[in-house]
């Protein structure tokens, strides 16, 4: 932990982390009742990205200049272009509480991307065994969203993959990018190329031409804009600030609590079904997830369960 960060700043960042990206499912879910995917998250990140830029520009003339452009664009493709809406998409078929159990394993992606491409740090054991609980819980999760949804349910499936590989990528190419003082310029370009990102996607799927904003219902109209200045405004705000005073690893944790917030939501609102099938898989993932993120402390438990008197 950053120890130029007050304990009480990073706990109340985190809390934010946890709690509103829960609830984003939701609103996500509210939002495609009336708007297609790519372009309604193309306005929100749109409307965040502007709303940022103007508190910028009232600090500084030019809060943009200096910024390596290559890294914001390329980090701001893969977080919110594909990371975001990818799930979006996804999302038009797959429960909300089921999108967020499978974007849980974002923790895991992060550790192997990370091995693979970046710091190659091996694995432990118990990062395999997470791993191996993941992938069998992932397992159930998509039976359930297969027998729910049938076989085109796998190519939604397919895209949360997708989001869930953009995003861990994204979250370890923007690391160390800029020094603190610039993550709010990092993260108002990362909008910005995000949302250009989403408005050529939205033109590839054909939705401007079925766009029809005089038939978007207020309850949708509030779920732009909570995810806007909420969702993505304020929590990414938050995720960046932690990313630059914690591992990446330690920061991802959000994505243990954030299921299980979305299941509850989506269950209680949106009238989604949790069955046997779905619990059992949410338990694997977040067991799984769970060893990636404590692996140390599951070693050293481990060890004093093992050790001779």
């Not at 950053?2 to 609103?27: E, K, M, N």
């Not at 020094?179 to 054909?206: K, S």
């Amino acid at each position: 932990m950053d120890q130029h960060a007050p304990r009480s700043a990073i706990l109340l960042a985190f809390l934010c982390v946890l709690v509103v990206w829960g609830t984003t499912y939701l609103a996500v879910a509210i939002v495609l009742r009336d708007l297609p995917p790519f372009l309604s998250a193309a306005m929100r990140y749109t409307l965040a990205a502007v709303v940022l830029y103007a508190g910028l520009r009232l600090r500084q003339p030019r809060p943009m200049a200096g910024l390596p452009v290559r890294t914001v664009v390329i980090s701001g493709v893969l977080l919110c272009g594909c990371g975001n809406g990818f799930t979006v998409f996804a999302m038009q078929q797959v429960p909300s509480g089921i999108a967020a159990l499978l974007n849980s394993t974002i923790p895991i992606c992060v550790t192997l991307v990370d091995w693979g491409f970046f710091a190659r740090r091996r694995p432990s054991i118990w990062t395999g065994i997470g791993l191996a609980a993941g992938v069998g819980g992932v397992t159930l999760l998509v039976r359930q969203t297969t027998a729910t949804t049938g076989l085109a349910g796998i190519g939604y499936v397919a895209c949360l993959a997708l989001a869930v590989l953009t995003w861990s990528v994204g979250t370890l190419v923007q690391r160390d990018a800029v020094p603190r003082e610039r993550l709010l310029a990092l993260l108002c370009g990362q909008m910005a190329a995000g949302a250009a990102f989403l408005c050529a996607a939205g033109l590839l799927n054909d939705e401007f031409s079925s766009l029809d904003l005089a038939r978007v219902s207020a309850p949708a109209w509030l779920g732009v804009l909570y995810l806007a200045l909420f969702g993505s405004l304020l929590t990414q705000w938050c995720y960046l600030w932690l990313l630059s005073r914690w591992p990446a690893e330690k920061v991802t944790t959000y994505a243990v609590v954030n299921p299980v917030i979305a299941m509850f939501l989506g269950a209680a609102v949106l009238d989604e079904a949790v069955t046997t099938s779905s619990l059992l898989g949410a338990l694997l993932v977040l067991a799984g997830v769970a060893l990636v993120l404590f692996e140390h402390k599951a070693a050293a438990w481990a060890q004093r369960i093992l050790s001779p008197g």
